[in-house]
């Protein structure tokens, strides 16, 4: 059992709309991660989180600490955010562990 | 310079020909890693290099073997391969807790 789940595993969605994807974790955690890679490409680092809220341009990262959850959030989508995002988390160790990821389609 | 950099960006190689992968990053970064990934799975740690000594090795076969000459270089040096190491190699460094990723090389083992 993977101990990074994400939620959905794929997801299309209209140019403009609001994009949720989620995850969750099972032990405490030192940070978690946000990654967005394109098809064929490499991995970009989006978020890194230990408590709170981020936000970048029309990305916003939310944690909870308690509930072992996080969400990254998508404001009005567009087609170049067509990509897999992978949530990741450290447990004070220099490995990352991995979700499964999640495609999003946005069409125009 | 903020990047890491992967060459070659792409590697055609037989199962019993040898080849290195290369990976550089000009961050100061201490910590640098070696992934593998097959298509539509998440990256799988294969090697971390910290101040230029191997932290982990995730088990990896021996026909995978790692370098680093100084602690901007990371190299992988491939030999006698099989088909199913067929994939996108990552190289990432970190600090701080955050990874930067390279863009990868797509070897295919024929």
């Known amino acids: 059992k993977n101990e990074v789940e994400q939620s959905p595993q794929n997801l299309t969605a209209q140019e403009g709309e609001f994009i949720t994807i989620n995850c969750s974790y099972s032990?405490?955690?030192?940070?978690l991660h946000w990654l967005q890679q394109h098809p064929g490409g490499g991995i970009v680092s989006l978020f890194m989180?230990?408590?709170g809220k981020k936000k970048h341009g029309r990305l916003i990262a939310t944690i909870n600490i308690q509930e072992k959850h996080s969400s990254l959030h998508i404001t009005a989508s567009h087609p170049r955010d067509s990509a897999v995002y992978i949530c990741?988390?450290?447990?004070?160790?220099?490995?990352?562990?991995f979700g499964t990821g999640t495609r999003l389609q946005v069409f125009p | 310079d903020t990047e890491v950099t992967q060459t070659p960006k792409h590697l055609v190689m037989g199962m019993t020909n040898k080849k290195s992968l290369k990976c550089e990053q000009h961050m100061g970064h201490r910590a640098m890693y070696w992934y593998k990934q097959k298509a539509k799975k998440p990256p799988e740690l294969m090697f971390v290099?910290?101040?230029?000594?191997?932290?982990i090795n995730e088990s990896v076969p021996s026909r995978f073997s790692p370098e680093c000459p100084n602690s901007s270089l990371l190299n992988l040096h491939l030999h006698a391969l099989q088909p199913e190491d067929s994939a996108l190699y990552l190289c990432?460094?970190?600090?701080?807790?955050?990874?930067?990723f390279g863009p990868g090389t797509r070897l295919t083992v024929l």
């Open positions: 990432a460094s970190a600090t701080g807790g955050v990874e930067f």
């Open positions: 989180l230990s408590s």
């Open positions: 290099y910290s101040y230029e000594k191997l932290s």
């Open positions: 032990v405490g955690i030192s940070a």
């Open positions: 990741a988390v450290r447990y004070n160790t220099d490995k990352l562990i």
